[in-house]
């Protein structure tokens, strides 16, 4: 089957650092898409690797690796305000212009 | 920008009742989207517009309908309500083929149908 899988939920300490992984079964896609989504609001979209490797925007980091067909998103100096739930999601290839969505990873930062 | 703008936000419904959920864009997006998002699950796809004029079905399709009015909006329609579809919508839209582009979403439409 294609989907994304993700843990259910990761808990870390405030200025610590946290990876959320990703794992998928696909035949192809476009690229992976993290986004964020607090509790009762929109997702908002925080990165997009097209090709393997290392993207960074401030405190995250996103990762892909086509070969072990895995991707991470990778949070620094976690805030509180970090506390929220994190989606990995793709676009595959022949398949229309559909993002599907992993199960999400509920990610609690505590003092 | 306002961005995705998403009508009502809250709703309850009695089972067997219609009702249509409006979205507007005003991103000059072409692509647009809508999901479904249960308590504790991720998104899932209902219908989606790839750009003015055309719609296909996503993964969740049965029990909705949808019209792409012009390029900025995009409704969804529930012809007769079930408590199934309680859900929270999210209507979203971007540029991009390939999500490089990130989608941007609505703030949501929380339908309760009893």
């Known amino acids: 089957g294609q989907s994304l899988e993700q843990p259910s939920e990761v808990t870390a300490v405030e200025g610590a650092i946290v990876q959320i992984n990703c794992t998928y079964q696909t035949s192809g896609f476009y690229g992976l898409s993290w986004y964020q989504q607090h509790d009762g609001g929109a997702p908002t979209f925080l990165s997009y690797?097209?090709?393997?490797g290392l993207e960074e925007t401030g405190r995250f980091s996103s990762f892909l690796s086509r070969s072990d067909s895995y991707g991470y998103l990778l949070l620094q100096e976690l805030q509180m305000k970090d506390s929220a739930s994190y989606f990995c999601a793709y676009i595959l290839t022949g398949g229309g212009n559909k993002l599907t969505f992993g199960t999400g990873t509920q990610l609690k930062v505590e003092l | 920008n306002a961005g995705v703008t998403q009508t009502p936000k809250f709703q309850v419904l009695k089972t067997g009742q219609s009702m249509t959920l409006q979205c507007a864009q005003d991103m000059n997006h072409n692509s647009m989207y809508w999901y479904r998002q249960d308590p504790g699950m991720g998104l899932r796809l209902i219908y989606y517009?790839?750009?003015?004029?055309?719609?296909d079905k996503g993964e969740v399709p049965n029990g909705y309908n949808v019209s792409r009015l012009n390029k900025r909006e995009f409704s969804l329609r529930l012809e007769s309500a079930a408590p199934s579809q309680t859900s929270v919508y999210f209507c979203a839209s971007t540029e991009g083929m390939t999500a490089n582009y990130g989608y941007t979403f609505g703030s949501g439409t929380r339908l309760t149908v009893v």
């Open positions: 690797n097209g090709l393997d």
């Open positions: 517009s790839a750009s003015e004029g055309t719609t």
